[in-house]
């Protein structure tokens, strides 16, 4: 029993291996400034960890293997130098381990993090509630309007409580529901929530922040390759949160510019 | 008060006549212990129920569970689960398993009928006070199996209840009026009665042992509650105000948790001045140490439990890994933002978090070490107890790796909220501490019962649950890379679509594996009146609930007072006469205590 | 007069008298806007693929639907007094469907008791909040091909509908108490027949401009026009 139970563990360590060593299922291609450095980050920690997984479960399955049922035939050994070894090995491989993540870790964390916003970044409001994302560019006058809860109403889309009426930095702001940005270009995103915690998530940016009631959140990156992508929410919302998502489409510099001139002329 | 007897008060209470107080208001400590176990039991066929339903939905959307449609003709109308009643059976499922099952079944469970016993006492130090703790954590859960029979179903935040969405009501979604309600003062019961039983385990340890049985002898299982214990004091004291602002929020008009300005069902709600991150601090002050509360009475049942069928004691003895625990218990208060690298708490908090967790690994993979390499040179013993031990090392090892990647904050970043996550706290919580209560039942069935369960239903029970287990959760973080996001009731994301047959695939192995649990059930209830009759001590073993009766008198002991002479593990001994020498015997070995 | 201009006007008179049903006068009208309506917005339905792409010119908001004439379509036009005696619902069911992740028809009417039965002909799940104050509030999904959902109301109240799922999909249930009601269609006009001798209160009701009312005396057999103008809201 004992051997089988070595075999199947053997087996089943090296099937994970092979699925994640393989890119069997893997992240997608990276198209951000900052994500190399995450991704590199991820590379080093699978190679660790991977390394420790595979030790840990093969020494589990040759120990288990060997030392099976003698019915007391075999005479016991106990392992050499006791605990010492082991405590040591543990707080210096895993010490070491630990160092050089955090280091590499506060690279990557930095990178997204406390990097400075370039001052020329296209400044976009971002809107989450229950189940869409919005996103409204500033217009022609560069000014967001100011939004007001009381007055948003879904039916005649006026999802930021923008008043028009009154406010004249708001009557050319320009909402809609898939967020369009140029390559190449740093984009400030600010993201604020309408009811519930939501979360920007975005796979190909290596980007994940929720949006949290109360509090208005800034992200910075600068895309690097056009396409079309997703947005999803993952912070658990409401029954509807399976279905919530904004595509991301990044496009070139001229296209944006054409795209954003329909807009404010379509008012 | 460490080298002699400590055993202050006997709590001599005299045996029960009547079926109410023999049965159900029981003083008894096994008895208690058993209703726990009992408990355990039924919530974690209910839990399991529930993943089922959870996994056919995932897997085939539109297909009929006529069940469901009778339970709630609103959340399943023909049958069809709808977006919110997924959420619904999702947040009971989380919610009964971690703190009905996991919790209470190694700690309560094992904790309440061992303990007294391991430590050579008759019964816990405050047997009334432990009665009342299993009757309110017995009320909890008739609160939260309420949740399902109320027109409007169990709530639909998740077992994690984030705010706003589970603090301003019904206009958040279905289920989230007194479904809500019920939930959290589900979760009060819960904790209240933790604490209790927390202060019970405590006293218990320390102030009845029996003559001999100092600090240095105790058995690994009762230094793994003890430390449970009093880390669970520490969390649950937090956890029962989180609840209690939570519903105050609710019902008292006050906004601990919620901002002003928000518009839910085009309804401005009449709130202002709180903050959603201040609950997800206090949840997850408590949360982090809970998974830790989980885990440790694993630590020392599988601590227990191997030396028996390895016929060595571990390596270390036991001062290592009790100091490893102590320092897991330790660590696990300080990482709690863990949980929140991308919730817009301060990003330099990050980094305070982060390195804390990695170091929980340390103690960790010492422990792993110690366990692993105690089986170098062992003689190892193959039945159902021993074989779930043994899978307990595979699963943890692979459960811990994952803790590798989501303690970074910029991989966290990557992996947040994906089935990553959900894959790793499976193996930890999910498949070892489930394999350590299954060793557990295993191992002390005899005791409990005087019968054995039958061997070979175990195996088969052990060989599904292992390589099932495996084929369920690791594909998990496979899903996860990809950046599968998680909570989500159906896969229409253009990304998702391809990984639909992969859900399929977990979702028929679980179904599986949930058959072969009914082979346990089967198993349970069977040798509990046809299984084979135990001897007192039939794996050979040292502590002392294998020198008394199976099962034990109402004493314990049958009016001995045990003197206890050597430590727990005292296997394959040199000079010894057998291969073990129980804890009781007075015959001398030459020992380091 | 000839005899066959005379035969014409006998013919006519008679058609007249026996067509009007005994006692039953009709009013009608026309229900437009002055100033400047919003101009109606475009619904990104990109989150909804399988909506999306049933509509080839993408779809607009409903708030303030203009017609020719400046007239206003989806006005809820009823007696809202002067209507005596109780009036059973009628057995019928009125529907309302959810195609293209929108309302047809974007406001229903339909009387208090009156079976309201709620399709959903898209591929995507829609979950139907209707947010009633006087009446029951609540909220149901609906998978796609699910069977129809069925309501009834015993209030009169002009309940908001909203999609919980699809934040832009807006609509309303009229909930009447009478049985003289109509919603204007996108020329603007109404007709509201088979009315006994007696005087009324006439209704408009529109979403965004509010509501207004006109009292008229209606005899045995008379058609009269009332027409409301509404003043429209540039934002």
């Not at chain 1, 016991?76 to 381990?97: S, Y």
């Not at chain 3, 101009?39 to 708030?63: G, R």
Request: aromatic share 14%; hydrophobic share 45%.
């Amino acid at each position: 029993m004992g051997k089988i139970f070595a075999v199947v563990v053997v087996a089943i360590a090296i099937a994970t291996a092979y699925f994640i060593v393989g890119h069997v299922y893997w992240m997608p291609e990276d198209i951000s400034v900052h994500g190399h450095v995450i991704d590199e980050q991820i590379i080093e920690t699978t190679a660790g960890a991977g390394i420790l997984f595979l030790l840990g479960q093969f020494v589990l399955a040759a120990f288990v293997f060997l030392y099976g049922d003698s019915k007391g035939k075999r005479k016991l050994k106990a392992w050499p130098g006791g605990a010492k070894p082991l405590i040591w090995a543990a707080v210096v491989l895993i010490g070491i381990e630990i160092l050089t993540l955090s280091f590499i870790g506060s690279k990557a964390w930095g990178a997204v993090y406390f990097s400075p916003v370039d001052p020329s970044a296209l400044p976009i409001d971002v809107q989450a509630e229950q189940f869409a994302f919005y996103f409204r560019y500033p217009g022609p006058d560069g000014r967001f309007g100011g939004t007001h809860p009381e007055l948003i109403d879904e039916g005649s889309q006026n999802y930021f409580g923008l008043d028009p009426a009154n406010d004249v930095a708001a009557r050319d702001d320009i909402v809609v529901a898939s967020l369009t940005i140029p390559v190449n270009k740093p984009v400030l995103l600010t993201l604020h929530s309408k009811d519930v915690g939501h979360s920007f998530y975005v796979r190909e940016l290596r980007i994940q922040q929720d949006f949290v009631p109360g509090i208005m959140i800034p992200i910075h990156f600068t895309a690097t390759k056009t396409g079309k992508y997703e947005i999803v929410c993952t912070q658990l919302c409401g029954l509807g949160h399976y279905n919530m998502k904004a595509y991301l489409n990044v496009v070139s510099q001229d296209e944006f510019d054409q795209w954003l001139k329909g807009q404010s002329s379509g008012q | 008060m460490d080298q002699a007897s400590t055993q202050k008060v006997v709590p001599h209470h005299e045996p029960p006549h009547s079926f109410i107080r023999k049965y159900i208001f029981s003083l008894d400590h096994k008895v208690i212990g058993k209703q726990y176990l009992g408990l355990g039991l039924v919530a974690a066929f209910v839990g399991m129920a529930l993943s089922w339903a959870m996994r056919i939905h995932l897997g085939w959307p539109d297909a009929s569970i006529p069940l469901l449609s009778k339970l709630s003709s609103n959340g399943a109308p023909g049958g069809v689960i709808t977006p919110e009643y997924y959420l619904s059976l999702m947040t009971m499922h989380g919610t009964i398993m971690a703190f009905f099952v996991l919790t209470a079944a190694p700690l309560s469970g094992f904790g309440n009928y061992f303990l007294p016993i391991q430590v050579g006492a008759e019964d816990m130090a405050f047997p009334r006070m432990n009665m009342s703790s299993f009757w309110i954590t017995f009320l909890g859960f008739i609160l939260a199996a309420a949740t399902f029979v109320i027109p409007d179903g169990p709530p639909i935040s998740g077992w994690t209840a984030y705010p706003p969405l589970s603090a301003v009501g019904p206009d958040a979604g279905p289920g989230q009026g007194w479904g809500q309600n019920l939930w959290g003062l589900s979760i009060a019961c819960f904790t209240i009665a933790s604490l209790l039983g927390a202060l019970n385990f405590l006293a218990t340890t320390l102030d009845m042992r029996t003559k001999g049985m100092t600090l240095s002898r105790l058995p690994l299982s009762v230094w793994g509650w003890f430390i449970t214990a009093a880390l669970g004091l520490l969390a649950f004291a937090v956890l029962l105000p989180c609840a209690l602002l939570l519903m105050l929020d609710r019902l008292a008009g006050t906004s601990f948790y919620i901002p002003g300005g928000l518009v839910l069902s085009d309804k401005l709600q009449p709130h202002t001045g709180g903050s959603p991150l201040l609950f997800q601090h206090l949840f997850w002050f408590f949360g982090h140490p809970e998974v830790y509360l989980i885990i440790l009475p694993a630590f020392g049942i599988i601590g227990h439990v191997l030396p028996t069928f390895i016929r060595k004691p571990l390596i270390g003895g036991w001062r290592v890994l009790t100091a490893c625990m102590v320092l897991i218990a330790f660590l696990s208060l300080v990482v709690w933002g863990h949980h929140m690298f991308v919730s817009g708490m301060s990003p330099y908090s990050a980094m305070l978090f982060s390195v804390p967790t990695m170091f929980i690994t340390i103690p960790s993979i010492i422990a792993m070490l110690i366990w692993i390499f105690s089986l170098y040179g062992a003689d190892i013993r193959f039945s159902t107890p021993s074989l779930f031990s043994l899978g307990f090392l595979s699963l943890f090892v692979s459960g811990g790796i994952g803790g590798f990647f989501l303690a970074q904050p910029s991989i966290d970043s990557y992996l947040h909220a994906t089935y990553f996550v959900v894959g790793h706290f499976h193996f930890t919580m999910g498949m070892s501490a489930v394999f350590a209560i299954f060793a557990g039942f295993y191992y002390w069935f005899p005791k409990m019962t005087g019968r054995l369960m039958n061997e070979t239903l175990g195996k088969v029970h052990f060989w599904f649950s292992f390589i099932g287990m495996y084929g369920i959760f690791m594909p998990m973080h496979f899903l996860g890379f990809a950046g599968h996001v998680r909570r989500y009731s159906a896969l229409v994301d253009d990304y998702l679509i391809p990984l639909i047959p992969t859900q399929r695939f977990i979702s028929i192995v679980a179904l599986i594996v949930g058959a072969a649990q009914l082979v346990f059930f089967f198993n349970f209830i069977w040798s509990y009146y046809k299984g084979k009759k135990a001897a007192d001590n039939p794996w050979e073993a040292t502590t002392l609930e294998w020198d008394t009766a199976s099962p034990p008198p109402f004493d314990n002991f049958g009016g001995r007072h045990l003197t206890v002479y050597h430590g727990p593990m005292e296997y394959n001994v040199e000079g010894s006469k057998g291969d073990y020498v129980m804890q009781t015997s007075p015959e001398p070995i030459g020992e380091k205590t | 007069m000839n005899r066959i201009s005379l035969t014409m006007l006998v013919v006519l008179l008679i058609t007249a008298i026996t067509a009007a049903a005994p006692g039953s006068g009709t009013i009608e009208g026309k229900v437009t806007y002055t100033g400047t309506p919003a101009k109606p917005k475009v619904i990104d339905m990109s989150k909804e693929p399988s909506c999306a792409k049933m509509h080839s010119t993408p779809a607009t908001t409903a708030n303030a639907v203009t017609g020719p004439g400046n007239s206003l379509e989806y006005v809820v036009v009823y007696i809202s007094a002067g209507a005596t005696g109780e009036t059973t619902a009628p057995a019928s069911a009125v529907t309302f469907d959810q195609k293209g992740c929108e309302y047809l028809p974007h406001v229903v009417a339909l009387q208090v008791g009156q079976e309201l039965k709620i399709t959903n002909s898209d591929q995507t799940s829609h979950n139907v909040h209707a947010i009633a104050k006087a009446n029951r509030e609540w909220n149901k999904s609906q998978t796609p091909g699910a069977a129809p959902i069925t309501e009834k109301f015993d209030k009169e109240e002009f309940i908001p509908v909203k999609c919980n799922v699809h934040p832009w999909m807006h609509g309303y249930f009229a909930v009447l108490s009478t049985s003289h009601f109509v919603v204007t269609g996108s020329d603007g006009g109404y007709k509201l027949p088979n009315l006994p001798p007696g005087k009324y209160t006439v209704s408009a009701w529109q979403e965004s401009y509010g509501t207004q009312t006109q009292e008229i005396t209606i005899a045995a057999g008379e058609t009269k026009t009332v027409n409301f103008v509404f003043q429209a809201k540039p934002y």
